[in-house]
Nanobody, 121 residues
């Protein structure tokens, strides 16, 4: 059974940092793209970042570029999102999602339950 479990969310002040983790199991982790997606209160889903199977290719949305860093440890079946210079508009539930294949354009097929990040002004 594919499982993705996010952790690391919490309440921090504007300008602070958080590191989210996503622990994966039930599939061959090292062969899939992994994505971070967020949903702010009352809004739709927003793609945040993506990392390829080997960790050498990363993408970021314009809203987080230069502030967030995605990484992965294939030995630990884990993906991380280091978030710095946080802003109130980063407040959201953050989800990690598994890609359908080793192609960035294949989309996502499994999601975690999310972790809440709240940034106070």
């Amino acid at each position: 059974e594919v499982q993705l479990v996010e952790s690391g969310g919490g309440l921090v002040q504007s300008g602070g940092s958080l590191r989210l983790s996503c622990a994966a199991s039930g599939f061959t982790f090292s062969t899939y793209w992994i994505y971070w997606v967020r949903q702010a209160p009352g809004k739709g889903l927003e793609w945040v970042s993506a990392i390829n199977s080997g960790g050498g290719i990363t993408y970021y949305s314009d809203s987080v570029k230069g502030r967030f860093t995605i990484s992965r440890d294939n030995r630990k079946n884990a993906v991380y999102l280091q978030m710095n210079s946080l802003k109130p508009e980063d407040t959201a539930v953050y989800y990690c999602a598994k890609g359908r294949s080793d192609s960035y354009y294949s989309g996502m097929d499994y999601w975690g339950k999310g972790t809440l990040v709240t940034i106070s002004s």
